[in-house]
C-alpha cells in the first residue's frame, strides 16, 4: 500500500495535478512553456489562512511545501482526507 506522499508524486510524474481542498501541486511545465526549459513544480494554495503560491525545481521540496500546507488546512478545517 502506497502513501499519499507516494500517490501525489505518481500522479504529478503522469503529468496530472493534486488538490486538496484550496491546495494545489503540478508540474507547471504540464500547462505552460517555460523559458528556461527547466521543469517547474508549483505550489499554489488560495486559502485566506495560508495564502501561498511557488515553483520550485525539486519535485521533492514541492511535494513537502504541499504537505505541510495541507496538514494546516487539516487542522483547521477539520478534514479528515
Known amino acids: 500500500m502506497s502513501s499519499y506522499r507516494e ?3 505518481n ?3 503522469n503529468e496530472r495535478y493534486v488538490e486538496y481542498q484550496s491546495v494545489s501541486i503540478s508540474c507547471i511545465n504540464d500547462f505552460y512553456e517555460i523559458r528556461s526549459g ?3 513544480y508549483q ?3 488560495d486559502d485566506y489562512k495560508a ?3 511557488r515553483l520550485y525545481d525539486s519535485l521533492d521540496t514541492a511535494v513537502k ?3 505541510e500546507i495541507r ?3 487539516m ?4 478534514a479528515s482526507h
Request: hydrophobic letters at 40%.
Open 7 to 9: 500517490f501525489v508524486i
Open 11 to 13: 500522479e504529478i510524474d
Open 38 to 40: 527547466k521543469i517547474k
Open 43 to 45: 505550489v499554489h494554495c
Open 51 to 53: 495564502k501561498f503560491s
Open 65 to 67: 511545501k504541499f504537505m
Open 71 to 73: 496538514r494546516k488546512l
Open 75 to 78: 487542522s483547521y478545517k477539520g
